[in-house]
Nanobody
Framework: QVQLVESGGGLVQAGGSLRLSCAAS????????MGWFRQAPGKERTFVSA????????AYADSMKGRFTISRDNAKNTVYLQMNSLSPEDTAVYYC????????????????????WGQGTQVTVSS
C-alpha cells in the first residue's frame, strides 16, 4: 500500500509563490508516473501537472504552463510542485497522485488513471 502526504499549502497573496511537496511511503515510487490535481469548491477535480518516473517527461494544464514546475527526487520518494505568479483562480485543494501505468500523454492527465491519492493541501490566494 502507498501513502501520499502533501505539504506546503497555505495562504499567499496574488503574485506570490508556493512550493508543494508530496512524500510517499509504503514503497518506492521511482517507477510511477506522478501527478498533481486540484479541486476548487463546487468544482470537479482537474489536472494540474504530471511527471514521468525519471522526470524526463512532464505535462501541464494550459493555464499552468510557464507558472508551475513539477519535479521529483526519487531518492527521497518525493514530488514537488513549484507554483509562481499565483492568482485567486488558483485557490483550491491540491492533491498528489500516483499511477502504476507508464507514461502516456492521455493517462497522465486523466484522474481515473491514478491509483493512489493524498489527502490534499489547501492553497488560498488572496487578491
Amino acid at each position: 500500500q502507498v501513502q501520499l502526504v502533501e505539504s506546503g499549502g497555505g495562504l499567499v497573496q496574488a503574485g506570490g509563490s508556493l512550493r508543494l511537496s508530496c512524500a510517499a511511503s509504503g514503497r518506492a515510487l521511482s517507477t510511477n508516473t506522478m501527478g498533481w490535481f486540484r479541486q476548487a469548491p463546487g468544482k470537479e477535480r482537474t489536472f494540474v501537472s504530471a511527471i514521468s518516473w525519471n522526470g524526463g517527461r512532464t505535462a501541464y494544464a494550459d493555464s499552468m504552463k510557464g507558472r508551475f514546475t513539477i519535479s521529483r527526487d526519487n531518492a527521497k520518494n518525493t514530488v514537488y510542485l513549484q507554483m509562481n505568479s499565483l492568482s485567486p483562480e488558483d485557490t483550491a485543494v491540491y492533491y498528489c497522485a500516483a499511477t502504476s501505468r507508464g507514461w502516456n500523454s492521455i493517462v497522465a492527465v486523466t484522474t481515473a488513471s491514478y491509483d493512489y491519492w493524498g489527502q490534499g493541501t489547501q492553497v488560498t490566494v488572496s487578491s
